[in-house]
């Protein structure tokens, strides 16, 4: 069964901060693996999928890298800015038909001015 | 391009009452569909999810039901309500055919 661990748990920055979020995953039998943000009581937005091909990703001031074989992947934010303030939430998406995602309890941050 | 509708957004209802939750998909055909749940406080439960038309598994044995009469359209039921069912429940779909993840906007459901 799959588990996933996301450190830190929470993160309180000033603005401006470069950001490192962890991801850990116990199956590296994976498909993909997928970076989403969830704010308070909205749905998850994706920000980054990764496939099991590729070893980073990126878009805008976010990055993402994958290491398969140690279960293991990275979100990277620059430069954080107040609006970046949510839960970010890390998904390894499984192989066979069903490809079910498994999420961590995700890492809720704050971006203060 | 792809949507995916989720209703109501919110519901308050009371315990012993039926629940009906229904998500729709436009843009895609024979696409993967999931209901998640997250508790307060907790993180996202995979409930059930279903590759095609009739075609559901359960991922924990709960109070909860769902259907899938139609090609895009999923449907979370229950035919009475405990306490412990509130929560918000996410609808998602993948299409087959490619990689990702789209959530719906969820539905913030508080059994009283």
């Known amino acids: 069964k799959q588990e996933v661990t996301q450190i830190p748990a929470a993160l309180s920055v000033p603005e401006g901060e470069n950001l490192v979020l962890n991801c850990s995953f116990t199956d590296s039998a994976i498909y993909n693996l997928q970076w989403f943000r969830q704010d308070p009581g909205k749905g998850l937005t994706s920000l980054l999928l990764i496939q099991s091909s590729q070893r980073e990703q990126t878009s805008g001031r976010l990055n993402a890298s994958l290491d398969k074989s140690s279960g293991r992947s990275t979100l990277y934010i620059a430069a954080s800015q107040p609006g970046d303030s949510a839960t970010y939430l890390c998904?390894?998406?499984?192989?066979?038909?069903?490809?079910?995602?498994?999420f961590g309890t995700g890492t809720r941050l704050q971006v203060t001015l | 391009s792809q949507t995916i509708h989720q209703w109501p957004a919110t519901l308050v209802q009371p315990v012993g009452s039926p629940l009906s939750l229904e998500c729709t998909v436009e843009g895609t055909s024979n696409p993967n569909l999931y209901w998640y749940r997250q508790a307060a406080g907790r993180g996202l439960q995979l409930l059930f999810y279903s590759v095609g038309i009739g075609q559901i598994s359960s991922e924990v044995p709960q109070n909860l039901s769902a259907s899938r009469p139609q090609d895009r359209q999923f449907i979370l039921s229950s035919k009475k309500l405990l306490l412990s069912d509130s929560g918000f429940y996410l609808c998602?779909?993948?299409?087959?055919?490619?990689?990702?993840?789209?959530f719906g906007s969820g539905t913030r459901l508080t059994v009283v």
């Open positions: 998904a390894p998406i499984g192989t066979g038909t069903a490809s079910k995602l498994t």
């Open positions: 998602a779909w993948r299409d087959t055919g490619a990689y990702g993840y789209t």
